[in-house]
């Protein structure tokens, strides 16, 4: 089986920083893309930021010039360093990875982690 597991989330001031981790473990033989996702009270999830195996990465516009993600693939780890955040970046935050197991290929998501930018 494969997990991801997320970390790093809580409360911070407007303008602060926070950096979220997610680690994938299990039975896997390769990560294509990894990223985060987000989805704010009443609206729809959508897309952060995400980081394919060895290609550019892509950043909604409302995230650009002050979040940033890194993935480290000997530890299958993604992480995404925000700063400069403002109170409509609150939500809760997942991670997902496009992992090719046993015999499969599938897209993972972590367990969700909240984020909430308040004075």
């Known amino acids: 089986q494969v997990q991801l597991v997320e970390s790093g989330g809580g409360l911070v001031q407007p303008g602060g920083s926070l950096r979220l981790s997610c680690v994938a473990s299990g039975s896997i033989f390769s990560i294509y893309a990894m990223g985060w996702y987000r989805q704010a009270p009443g609206k729809q999830r959508e897309l952060v930021a995400t980081?394919?195996?060895?290609?550019?990465?892509i950043y909604a516009d409302s995230v650009k010039g002050r979040f940033t993600i890194s993935r480290d693939n000997a530890k299958n780890t993604v992480n995404l360093q925000m700063n400069s955040l403002k109170s409509e970046d609150t939500a809760v935050y997942y991670c997902?990875?496009?992992?090719?197991?046993?015999?499969?290929?599938?897209?993972?998501w972590g367990q969700g982690t909240q984020v909430t930018i308040s004075s």
């Open positions: 980081i394919p195996f060895g290609g550019s990465t």
């Open positions: 997902y990875a496009d992992i090719v197991g046993i015999g499969r290929r599938d897209v993972y």
